[in-house]
């Protein structure tokens, strides 16, 4: 089989796999939730996105694979792993710039996300040994994908949809 092909393969399974999940599960519990309640959880997905690092690692890939690919996808995903870590202190501060960190992490791990697979495709990367790294991309960057589009339709939602709820401060600080 092809790599291209068995990566498309997986790609597409896991991503319909968390869509499921998503929508079966996370979506009804989340929801209802005030929007900075909510984002918590979808952020800290992330937050691990350091594994996108692991790329730097000597050795976790071959050594066909350029090295302006794996920095460009190594330091992409540690920024942004940074700035959701960020946007969680954020909210967890009650900081009135909480949710322009929110988008700010967003923005960059999408774009950061859909440049890396257009690299892929431009340097062939799918040709080459990647190790782990093909772990992570079949199986965690659909999850991150699922996980910024409930973000994004929180960030969009309209703010005043928890006007009226009351939370006790103690939910917030967890």
Request: one cysteine or more.
């Amino acid at each position: 089989m092809e790599p291209i092909v068995l990566f498309g393969i997986q790609f597409t399974m896991s991503l319909v796999a968390y869509a499921l999940i998503a929508r079966w599960h996370v979506w009804p519990r989340l929801s209802p939730l005030p929007r900075e309640l909510a984002l918590v959880p979808l952020l800290w997905v992330h937050a691990f996105r350091v594994v996108g690092g692991t790329i730097l690692a000597p050795g976790a890939v071959g050594p066909g694979v350029p090295t302006e690919f794996r920095e460009m996808i190594g330091y992409g995903d540690l920024v942004t792993a940074l700035l959701a870590l960020l946007a969680l202190i954020a909210l967890r501060a009650h900081l009135r710039s909480a949710i322009a960190f929110v988008w700010l992490c967003v923005a960059v791990g999408m774009f950061d996300t859909v440049n890396a697979i257009i690299q892929s495709v431009r340097f062939s990367v799918f040709t080459y040994a990647l190790g782990v790294n093909w772990v992570i991309v079949t199986v965690y960057v659909p999850a991150l994908l699922v996980s910024s589009y409930l973000i994004f339709i929180l960030l969009l939602r309209p703010a005043a949809s928890s006007i009226g709820r009351i939370i006790p401060d103690r939910t917030l600080r967890g």
